[in-house]
Each structure stands twice: as C-alpha cells, then as structure tokens.
C-alpha cells in the first residue's frame, strides 16, 4: 500500500514559511513582495485559479493585484500594461494566466515581461536557464512536484524516471528538473510505442497529460513513486487524476492524489517565486 503524498498539508508548511520569512524581510528592509496577475477574458477555470493565487497573496502577507481585462484587448493594450508593471517598483512577480485569447500571442506577452519578474518561469531566459542548469525562476508545477519527491526521500540519482506529457508548462520543465538530479529520463507523449512498456520502468513516474485514470496499475512498477499532475473533471462533476489512484496505490510506495496533491503545491510555490524575486531585488 501506498504512502500518500499530502500536497495541501506540505503546501500548507511551505505558505507559512513564505510568510514567515516575507514578514522578516518587511521588518529588516520594508519591502511588501507584490505579485500582479493579469486575466484576459472570462475562462471560467482561469478565473477560479487567479482568486486563489490573490487569496494566497493574502495570506501571505503580500501585496497582490489583479487586472481582469475583457476577452477583446488588444495584443498591444496588454503589452503596454505589461511594459507598466515592469517598470512598477511595488510588483516583483508578474503572472499572466493562461491560456490567452486566440488573436493575442502568448509568446511575445511571455517574452515581454522582465526575465527578474517571471514568477512563472515561462520566459525565454528562465527557460533556457532551466535548460542549462542554471535558472532564475522554476515554473510552480515541477518546482512543486520536485519537492514532493524530496519528501520522499528517494535518492534520483541513477534512477529511471518517466515522464508521461511533453507541455512547456509541466511535461519538459520536470524532465529538466528530474535530468539535473541525475535521474535517466525518458518523455512519452501521444505518439509513444508501448506506453505501458515504458513506464513500467519507471522508480519514479510522472503522468501530466490530462486523460483521467489512464494509467493503470499494470502501467507500474512495485515501489515507483507516482505523481499525478492530471486535472480532469469528470461527468459527474468530480475531479479525477491521471492515474487510476485505487489500483495504482496497491503498487506505488508513494502517490499523490487528486485533487489535493501536485495542485496546492503549484500555488505554494508561486508564493515561494514571489518572494524569492523580492529577495533578488535587495541582493
Ligand atoms: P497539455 O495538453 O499541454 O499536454 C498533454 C500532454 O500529454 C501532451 O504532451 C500530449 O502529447 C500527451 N498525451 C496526450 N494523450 C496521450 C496519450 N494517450 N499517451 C501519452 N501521452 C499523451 O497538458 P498540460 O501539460 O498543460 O497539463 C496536463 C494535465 O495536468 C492536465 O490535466 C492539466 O489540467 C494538469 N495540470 C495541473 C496543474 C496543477 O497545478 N495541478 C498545473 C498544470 C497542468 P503530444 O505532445 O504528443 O500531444
């Protein structure tokens, strides 16, 4: 049986830190951290996820605002808004939700904003930082899947790690992550041969693909760690996982699960990017 990887208590340890260490930091040199998160449009889902990235702000002691703009702004109207939060010395995270409206591209309003502000990690400096071992800032999602594994206390080094999804956002960043820990690493994908073959190699497994139950026990090895990233809400208006978590934790030694697994984590450590790009700042 397995042993449960409790995002929402381990997240909760990690916001108190946060807020420990921003309250010393406001006493020693004034400084509020400030996190800006922008939404353009009215994605339902997008909407949920900016309320709590401002209610964690709060929590946390920060300052935190929000620019809720119409699903009809202009590509141009967006970068100057960003162009302004670059230059505002009260905000030191940026974070614009995705996914943007069809006729704005992600890329050049990812690309505008300072590399120093990226609390999201999706700029092409921290990407290529990520890349080369050295970044400025880890995108929440693997920076938070990372440290579920270390409370394992898994030894990656020489270990078979599988990552099942190839996203910009999860699927590459974790294998970067996971290949710096000496882990050998393979990325699966939808065109990957014998699935199942694969990721029964795996000590530590990775599903973000976003197809609910998919992977199935026979899909893993006795003793993998099991991380499961997959959002999925089902017909029934549940959330379900990736992985099939009942016949899954008869094999896994540890799993995470869903909801309350690798998605409190994501938020805790935006709380975690913030603060660290405030420190930087002072440094
Ligand atoms: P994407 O849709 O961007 O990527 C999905 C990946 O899964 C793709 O690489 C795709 O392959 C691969 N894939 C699809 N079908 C199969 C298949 N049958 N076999 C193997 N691989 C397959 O998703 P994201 O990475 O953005 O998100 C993945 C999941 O994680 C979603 O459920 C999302 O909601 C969740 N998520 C959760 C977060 C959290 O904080 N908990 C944060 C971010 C995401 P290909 O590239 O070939 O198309």
Known sequence: MSIILDGAKIAGEIRQSVRDEAADFKNKKGIVPGLAVVLVGEDPASQVYVGRKAKACAEAGFLSREYRLPAATLEGELLRLIDDLNKDILIHGILVQLPLPAHI????????????????????????????????????????????ISRTGIELAGKEAV????????????????????????????????????TARADVLVAAVGRPHMITGGMVKKGAVVIDVGVNRLESGKLAGDVAFE??????????????????MTIAMLMRNTLDAALQMVS
Request: hydrophobic share 40%.
């Open 163 to 198: 990552v099942v999804g190839r996203s910009n956002i999860v699927g590459k960043p974790i294998a970067l992550l996971l290949l710096e820990r000496h882990a050998t690493v393979t990325i699966c994908h939808s065109r990957t041969k014998n699935l199942p073959q694969v």
């Open 247 to 264: 016949e899954v934790c008869a094999k896994a030694s540890y799993i995470t699960p869903v909801p309350g697994g690798v998605g409190p």
């Open 105 to 148: 591209s992600t890329h050049k309003i990812i690309a505008a904003i300072d590399p120093m502000k990226d609390v999201d990690g999706f700029h092409p400096y921290n990407v290529g930082g990520l890349v080369s071992g050295s970044p400025v800032f880890i995108p929440c999602t693997p920076r938070g899947i990372m440290e579920l």
